[in-house]
């Protein structure tokens, strides 16, 4: 099997994380599969938080004295390099919030409350894919029961691609919104935001995108796209991108960001207050009311300069290689099926399957005792399960300090799973 494509300097990347020298109880080694759920930490993203809390903690925009200046710098540098890691045309577009799914219904939710060209009605479609994690699905739902609009989606085909055949149908004149992911959580594909947005902008729609599971693994230009093909909107969280929980995400266009009302009132998100009325601030801190994650924010700014410093190219270039040569090892496993592309150039890391005859629980379990951390279950993706006609499914899901003798302990440990419950050949 093929491993050419991996990150050169693997090894010297795995000392950066200290959680993966671990031993679990009954004396094996982690093999940490499970990084699509949540990825590892390097020691200069804990070190940096650390050394925030230790030497720089004040609150930010509010104090004025040495500690609240360090801290509203540290915080502010993070928006920097936030910005600098997907290409924002400008800094203040660049919305913190506590992870992807509130990013996402903060678009959501001041979308039900916009006026004027944003307002959606009756006789409004907002359309999204069958593939989308609950998070992409849920906020839509609430939006349109709202405001009277209508909820349409793109379909699945066998093999796990978006059904593109009626798009013509699905993204017309009355199509207000187009949201979907990058790259699937479930079914690792790889969607084609650039040709979609490029549809939904003719047709004058907003196009949202999903980007939790793309941010880590693709390199992401915003200013080099096409305008025609540059999302409004997009959304990532933290903790996928080697850095802390508790932070995610928005960018959006200053366009559209000026024209949305505020999320949430309070503290920072205000020009002025009387008892009549108020008036807001500009972007970003219309949006980010109250004290914000202000030290997760500042291990976010490490994490994505470790992700740059290693280069998002040779991340992906990495990914592909891993994958490619665990959908290869998942070949070797009687009565495994993967579900979604067989192609690692059409996917992520994330690479769901079933194995005849044993419950995705009871694999994850199994492969648990031998060290080697998966997730089981519908993984926030129901409907694209029901789609395959499955209830629930396990996911392994590498990056970039995964290794191929870590792809070679799962394959072993996946065929101990069939060898425990006693599964013959066929």
Known sequence: MSIAGLLPQLEVVRKDFPILERTLAGGMPLVYLDSANTSQKPQCVIDTMVDHLERHNANVARAMHQLGAE???????????????????????????????????????????????????????????????????????LLT??????????????????????????????????????????????????????????????????ASQAAPQLPIDLAAMPVEERPDLLAFTGHKVVGPTGIGVLWGSRAVLDELPPFLGGGEMIATVAMERSTYAGIPHKF????????????????????????????????QAITAYALEGLATVPGLTVLGPLDAAQRGGAISFEIEGVHPHDVAQVLDSRGVAVRAGH????????????????????????????????????????????????
């Open 379 to 426: 993984h926030c993706a129901k409907p694209a399960h029901a789609r395959f006609g499955v209830q629930s499914s396990t996911r392994m899901s590498s990056y970039l300090y995964t290794t191929p003798g870590e792809i070679d302990a799962l394959v072993e440990a996946l065929e101990y799973t069939r060898s425990y419950f006693r599964l013959g050949d066929s």
């Open 288 to 319: 980010e009311a109250g004290t914000p994650p202000i030290v997760e924010a500042v291990g976010l700014g490490a994490a994505v300069d470790y992700l740059s410093d290693l280069g998002m190219q040779h991340v992906h270039a990495h990914e």
């Open 145 to 210: 029961q709202r405001t009277g609009a209508t909820l349409r989606w793109f379909g699945l085909t066998e093999d796990g691609h978006l059904d593109l055949s009626d798009i013509d149908e699905l993204i017309t004149e009355r199509t207000k919104l187009v949201t979907l992911t990058w790259v699937s959580n479930m079914l690792g594909t790889i969607n084609p935001v650039a040709a979609i947005t490029r549809r939904a902008h003719e047709v004058g729609a907003l196009v949202v995108v999903d």
């Open 71 to 141: 801290s509203s710098e540290a915080f502010e540098a993070a928006r920097d390099k936030v910005a600098s890691f997907i290409g924002a045309p400008s800094r203040d577009e660049v919305i913190f919030t506590k992870n992807a799914s509130e990013a996402l219904n903060l678009v959501a939710n001041t979308l039900a409350w916009a006026r004027g060209d944003l307002a959606l009605g009756e006789g409004d479609v907002v359309v999204t894919t069958e593939m989308e994690h609950h998070s992409n699905i849920v906020p839509w739902q």
